[in-house]
């Protein structure tokens, strides 16, 4: 009988504990484990970037494809030398007005970078979070965390340490409670081509914002532009167990008659619609308000029973965007790429 390869990591059951110590969490790390963390956009599972083997136990536990790359996280912009090779201008210009915070910046990497965080791109993918718990942990640190959503890969992010508790319990020894996160949606991601700047992902910093720094605007090209798909052929991301369609609410509800429908609302949009459940993004509504509850609103709506899950989508602007995205990837009817 073969042996397994050396760095296959086992995935032993384990006690996870929910706790707000940034000791125990920077210890950890420190040893090659995982920890899950808060950022004000959504839990991240850390390891150690420049850890291989640390690395590995997060594709693991995530059950996440190898080809798909890591972000990694500093404290602070000054720290990030080390681990790039050079700095576009606009890249210095978005980074000093929005970070920390829910930006993410992809740059030429230098060697200290692992391929397995880059999935062997000439890029790596730089985000300073400002929660501050994960500030003070980074603090600490004297290595980057390589961190996705603490999400099983396929299903909704988390927002609260218990979510993450309800996905990854058993499988990594500490989750660091940093309290609902108040974003609520993935950072946005940017590329830079020459001056251009290009957005990869549409995230918790508004396009319009970027736009109104950078004095022009921003190239749209997401990997669901990029690499269209037919429908049915890919798995949807973000997804909820139970089917979630997002489009116009009212034909949406009179297509499914007859089920048990759950509502996911934004302000009165579900006025009138006499359904099985109904969960509210935002009364009022606000779209940060909706950002920040969506996550959690669609474990709830996947745990009320319902048959089905409606949503219609949301004013384009501000973070409205970044909610349509999540919302058009965790349907069943439109499935383009996602993590
Ligand atoms: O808000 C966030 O960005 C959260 C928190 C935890 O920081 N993280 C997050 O990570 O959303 P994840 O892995 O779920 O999504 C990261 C996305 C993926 O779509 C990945 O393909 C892309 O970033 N990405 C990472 N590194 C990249 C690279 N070198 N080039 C292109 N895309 C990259
Ligand atoms: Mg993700």
């Known amino acids: 009988m073969s042996s397994p ?13 929910i706790g707000k ?3 125990v969490a920077s210890k950890l790390l420190e040893q090659g484990e995982l920890v899950a963390i808060p950022t004000e956009t959504v839990y991240g599972l850390a390891a150690n970037a420049l850890d291989e083997n640390a690395v590995i136990k997060i594709f693991e536990v995530k059950r996440r494809p190898r080809f798909n790359p890591l972000i990694i996280h500093l404290p602070s912009w000054d720290r990030i030398a080390p681990y790039v090779t050079d700095i576009p201008e606009a890249a210095r210009l978005l980074a000093q007005r929005f970070t920390p915070g829910p930006l993410t910046i992809l740059l030429p990497r230098s060697s200290r970078i692992p391929d397995l965080v880059t999935a062997g791109s000439p890029k790596v993918a730089v985000r300073i979070p400002a929660h501050p718990l994960t500030q003070a942990l980074l603090q600490r640190l004297d290595f980057p965390l390589a961190a996705p959503s603490a999400n099983p890969f396929g299903y909704v992010s988390p927002t609260t340490a218990q979510h993450v508790f309800e996905n990854l319990q058993g499988h990594i020894p500490y989750i660091l409670d940093g309290g609902p996160c108040t974003v609520g949606v993935e950072s946005t991601i940017v590329d830079f ?3 251009r700047i290009i957005v990869r992902r549409k995230g918790g910093l508004a396009l319009e914002e970027i736009e109104a720094v950078a004095g022009a605007p921003v190239v749209l090209r997401t990997a ?8 049915g052929q ?19 509800f009179q297509r499914h008659a007859g089920k048990k429908i759950c509502i996911i609302a934004f302000g009165d949009n579900a006025a009138g619609l006499d359904a099985w459940c109904v969960l509210q993004l935002s009364e009022r509504g606000h779209l940060d308000e909706a950002a920040k509850n969506l996550f959690a609103v669609m474990r709830q709506a996947d745990r009320c029973g319902a048959d089905v899950i409606i949503a219609g989508l949301l004013p384009e602007k501000g973070l409205g965007l970044a909610i349509n995205d999540r919302l058009l990837r965790a349907s069943a009817e439109h499935l383009p790429h996602g993590n």
Do not use: C
Request: glycine fraction near 4%.
């Open 21 to 23: 110590d940034i000791l």
């Open 5 to 17: 390869p050396p760095n296959k990591y086992q995935l032993q059951p384990m006690e996870t504990i």
């Open 193 to 195: 081509e020459g001056e």
């Open 224 to 231: 669901a532009e990029e690499h269209p798909v037919a429908p």
């Open 234 to 252: 890919l798995r949807s991301h973000y997804a909820t167990a139970t089917p979630l369609f997002a489009g116009d609410l009212r034909s949406l």
